[in-house]
């Protein structure tokens, strides 16, 4: 069956940065687009990067757009990101998705979630 499992979660006080990792199991991960959500609390999931089969292209959300990175290394079967400059704002569980088919942003064309790693960002 298939696994997602994120690590790296935290608080950090703003300005600083933290790396969220997510394992994947069960599934041929290069062939699975890989994306990160996230969800404050009482606001929906929203879309924050999402990185191709490949890893040839990637997209971000604008409110990440500069602070954000994300990354996979096929060969660990590993997505990554890297979040810099974080901000209040930031503070949300963040998840991390695979779809078999072409990078999307859409959460609803996921298949698989992960978890979630709470990230706060508080002075």
């Known amino acids: 069956q298939v696994q997602l499992v994120e690590f790296g979660g935290g608080s950090v006080q703003p300005g600083g940065s933290l790396r969220l990792s997510c394992a994947a199991s069960?599934?041929?991960?290069?062939?699975?687009?890989m994306g990160w959500f996230r969800q404050a609390p009482g606001k929906e999931r929203e879309f924050v990067a999402a990185?191709?089969?490949?890893?040839?292209?990637?997209y971000y959300a604008d409110s990440v757009k500069g602070r954000f990175t994300i990354s996979r290394d096929n060969a660990k079967n590993t997505v990554y990101l890297q979040m810099n400059s974080l901000k209040p704002e930031d503070t949300a569980v963040y998840y991390c998705?695979?779809?078999?088919?072409?990078?999307?942003?859409?959460?609803?064309?996921?298949?698989?979630w992960g978890q979630g790693t709470q990230v706060t960002v508080s002075s």
């Open positions: 998705a695979a779809r078999s088919s072409a990078v999307s942003i859409f959460e609803r064309e996921y298949a698989y």
């Open positions: 990185r191709s089969r490949s890893g040839g292209n990637t």
């Open positions: 069960g599934l041929t991960f290069s062939r699975h687009a």
